[in-house]
C-alpha cells in the first residue's frame, strides 16, 4: 500500500463530532422587589407654559439698540437735497465752496438760508453743552371736550349756526347755546360749545361791538376865556340919502381918465 492509500483509509475512521462552548451560568441569589404605589399623573392646567426668565445681559442688549425714529416730510426733503448737492461734488469733481466755509455748504447742501444754519449751530451746541436734545416747535395741543357728539348731532348744530346767517342774524355763542339746548338736549356750556365749534366744525368766533351801542358821552369843552376889551358905543345908523353922491376922504384916489 502506498502513503496515499494509508491517509486516506485514516480519514474514513475518523468521525466528526460537534463541539460545543457553553457557559455555564453561575447561581446568583435571587433579587428581592418591591412593588411601588404609581401616582396617577395630573394633567396641567396652564396649556401654555411660563416663560423662563430672560437674564440681565439680554435684557440690557435689547434696551441698548435704538428705536428707529420717525422722519417728517420736511427732513426727508432736507436729506435729498444734502444727498443731491453730493452728487453733484462727486460729478464736478471738487467742492461747490471750498471747505473752510463751513455755513456757505451747509446752506448749499440743505437749502436753508445763513440765518438758520446759524441759529440752529447755536441751539446743537446749547444742547450739546448741558446734555440735552434740541427742542423743536412746540405743537398745539388739542383739548379734549367733556360733551361728545356724534356725526348728526354735528351737522345738526351747523344748521343751526348756519340758520342766523340766512335770517341775517349775527350768530352769537348765547344764541348757539340757547338753540343747541332746545334742539339737541346739548348739556355743556359756552366753552365746552366754543371747543366743539373750533375743533370739530372750525368755526371761530370774534368779539364785535354792537350796532345799537350809544357812543361815549363826550364832555363839554370848556368855556373860552375872552380878554378884557373896552366896549365900543355903538354906531348911529345913517339915513339913506336919494340921488346924492357922498364923497369922503375913506374912498382911494381915482386916477384921472384921459380921452
Keep these: 500500500m502506498t502513503t496515499h492509500e494509508v491517509v486516506h483509509q485514516a480519514q474514513q475512521h475518523i468521525?466528526?463530532?460537534?463541539?460545543l462552548n457553553l457557559l455555564v451560568p453561575m447561581q446568583q441569589p435571587p433579587v428581592m422587589t418591591q412593588l411601588v404605589p404609581v401616582q396617577p399623573v395630573q394633567p396641567n392646567p396652564n396649556p401654555n407654559p411660563e416663560p423662563v426668565p430672560e437674564p440681565n445681559d439680554a435684557k440690557r442688549l435689547k434696551s441698548d439698540k435704538k428705536k428707529k425714529e420717525a422722519i417728517d416730510g420736511q427732513a426727508k426733503e432736507i436729506i435729498f437735497k444734502v444727498i443731491k448737492f453730493f452728487e453733484s461734488e462727486k460729478q464736478n469733481r471738487g467742492y461747490a465752496f471750498p471747505v473752510e466755509n463751513v455755513v456757505k455748504r451747509a446752506c448749499a447742501a440743505t437749502g436753508l438760508s445763513e440765518s438758520t444754519i446759524k441759529r440752529?449751530?447755536?441751539d446743537g451746541l446749547?444742547?450739546?453743552a448741558t446734555q440735552t436734545k434740541m427742542a423743536g416747535p412746540k405743537k398745539k395741543r388739542v383739548r379734549k371736550t367733556k360733551v361728545q357728539l356724534d356725526y348728526f348731532q354735528l351737522c345738526a348744530l351747523r344748521g343751526i349756526v348756519?340758520?342766523?346767517?340766512?335770517r341775517k342774524e349775527v350768530p352769537t355763542l348765547g344764541k348757539i347755546l340757547a338753540s343747541a339746548k332746545n334742539e339737541?338736549?346739548?348739556?355743556g356750556g359756552k366753552e365746552s360749545l366754543r371747543l366743539i365749534l373750533l375743533n370739530k366744525l372750525g368755526i371761530k368766533?370774534?368779539?364785535c361791538e354792537k350796532k345799537n351801542k350809544k357812543p361815549p358821552e363826550q364832555n363839554p369843552p370848556p368855556p373860552q376865556q375872552v380878554p378884557n376889551v373896552m366896549p365900543h358905543p355903538p354906531m348911529p345908523q345913517m339915513k339913506p340919502m336919494e340921488n346924492h353922491c357922498v364923497y369922503t376922504n375913506m374912498m382911494q384916489h381915482v386916477p384921472s381918465v384921459s380921452y
Design 15 to 19: 468521525h466528526e463530532v460537534p463541539v
Design 120 to 122: 440752529i449751530k447755536r
Design 126 to 128: 446749547r444742547a450739546e
Design 162 to 166: 348756519n340758520s342766523y346767517s340766512l
Design 184 to 187: 339737541l338736549n346739548f348739556k
Design 205 to 207: 368766533f370774534k368779539k
